[in-house]
Nanobody
Framework: QVQLVESGGGLVQPGGSLRLSCVVSGLTFRQAAFAWYRQAPGKHRDLVANIFSDYNTWYADHGKGRFTISRDNAKNTVNLQMNNLKPEDTGVYYC???????WGQGTQVTVSS
């Protein structure tokens, strides 16, 4: 059974940074693709970034230049470094094994002064 556990969310002021982490178990990590999604209050869950087994990445327009997704195959971990955060980045961030129904429980990010 695949399990994904996110951490690293919190309250940060505009312009600040957060690093989200997702520890994955129950699969051959290095062969899998992963993604981060965001669900803002009252809105759909949207794709933020993903990373494939060959380390190729993709970013939604709102995160380009500010967010960096990475993976550590030795630690079965997927990270999302978020810089220059804006109030509109507020939401619950979810880690997902990309293309499957395996999701984490989410971590709350609040950007507010």
């Amino acid at each position: 059974q695949v399990q994904l556990v996110e951490s690293g969310g919190g309250l940060v002021q505009p312009g600040g940074s957060l690093r989200l982490s997702c520890v994955v178990s129950g699969l051959t990590f290095r062969q899998a693709a992963f993604a981060w999604y965001r669900q803002a209050p009252g809105k759909h869950r949207d794709l933020v970034a993903n990373i494939f087994s060959d380390y190729n990445t993709w970013y939604a327009d709102h995160g380009k230049g500010r967010f960096t997704i990475s993976r550590d195959n030795a630690k079965n971990t997927v990270n999302l470094q978020m810089n220059n955060l804006k109030p509109e980045d507020t939401g619950v961030y979810y880690c997902r094994q990309y293309g499957t129904s395996a999701w984490g429980q989410g971590t709350q990010v609040t950007v507010s002064s």
